[in-house]
């Protein structure tokens, strides 16, 4: 093809996505692995690597890719690390040197790593919600609940590189639920797509209310969605709690940094004619007076895992 190329990557709890991405930002060829069928790393990077070698094939991409970029959770700008990913099944409280391994195993193409919500919220900077803005915050709804900061157009990675983890603040802290990290209470056990269903389970056990989701032997996130669609009262008051847990914390996060928008991202996202209202109610009612009604809440432009590929395909235009 004769022109500059780099790739991006999303490193996700369930799947990991791939693009190979041109300077104007377009993903002109794209694929998809399975992140957790594997209990230790090194299968799941070599599965990768082949992967990534089928996927410039595809593109024609042989010789011109400059560098690849890497979100993923737990990821360490500063060192190219992946550090106690508790939500990885090959994670767990290892230190993966994941983009040396990387770039090793794809010939010596530099690799630059950093946290996946970071990663998605430089890609939503660049090229959906977020455009223009200097001050926001991207929250992910996916297995976990990520972030990522920005604040006068630069992302925060504080001193060591982990800034951000606003999924692991305290949402319930008496009674709690337990989390992968080791806490109680955290945000993302009630407001990630495994803390709904995760709700929708306990609400089931605790009530006689009648249900679509009572025929299913497995609930998922999106199961609840599907119900809450059909009109199913108990499926809906599940999106209107985890509403108002996830716009109260959202008052704080605005207390902290000011921020022009929340960007919301994700699977869990896609609920957002549920969400909305809870959110947007329990966020002002929380808020200081002085932000209340002036932050917006928006939700990302970009299909599916665009964001997070672009925004990890930019750290690659860098190396």
């Excluded at 604040?151 to 639920?177: K, Q």
């Excluded at 992968?180 to 407001?191: A, D, H, I, P, V």
């Excluded at 109260?248 to 000011?258: G, M, P, R, T, V």
């Amino acid at each position: 093809m004769g022109q500059d190329l780099v790739i991006g990557i999303d490193v996700g709890g369930q799947t990991t996505k791939c693009g190979v991405v041109d300077a104007r930002g377009t993903v002109i060829a794209q694929t998809v692995i399975r992140s957790d069928t594997y209990t230790t790393f090194e299968p799941y990077v070599a599965e990768l690597a082949e992967a990534l070698k089928r996927l410039i094939t595809e593109a024609n991409a042989e010789g011109n890719i400059r560098g690849i970029g890497v979100g993923a959770p737990n990821g360490n700008y500063y060192t190219g690390n992946i550090e106690n990913a508790v939500n990885l099944t090959w994670g767990g409280t290892n230190i993966i040197e994941f983009a040396k391994i990387l770039s090793e195993a794809m010939g010596g193409i530099p690799v630059s790593l950093t946290n996946d919500a970071n990663a998605a919220a430089v890609g939503e900077m660049t090229y959906g919600a977020a455009r223009g803005m200097k001050n926001f915050i991207m929250i992910t709804l996916g297995t976990g609940v990520g972030s990522g900061i920005v604040i006068n157009g630069e992302v925060v990675y504080g001193h060591d590189g982990f800034a951000g983890e606003l999924g692991h603040t305290c949402a319930v802290r008496h009674n709690g639920r337990a989390c992968n990290c080791g806490k109680t209470g955290c945000l993302e056990t009630y407001c990630s797509a495994i803390g709904v269903a995760r709700t929708a389970r306990e609400w089931l056990e605790m009530s006689d209310e009648p249900s679509l989701l009572r025929s299913l032997d497995k609930i998922t996130s999106k199961d609840v969605y599907e119900a809450a669609k059909e009109g199913d009262k108990l499926a809906i008051k599940i999106f209107e709690y985890t509403g108002t847990i996830l716009g109260e914390k959202l008052a704080d996060f605005i207390e902290f940094s000011a921020p022009e928008a929340i960007v919301l991202f994700g699977g869990l996202a896609r609920s957002k004619e549920f969400l909305t209202e809870p959110i947007t109610k329990a966020m002002n009612a929380n808020v200081l007076p002085l932000w209340r009604g002036k932050v917006k809440l928006v939700y990302s432009q970009l299909k599916e895992s665009d964001a997070a590929i672009l925004g990890a395909s930019a750290l690659a235009w860098e190396l």
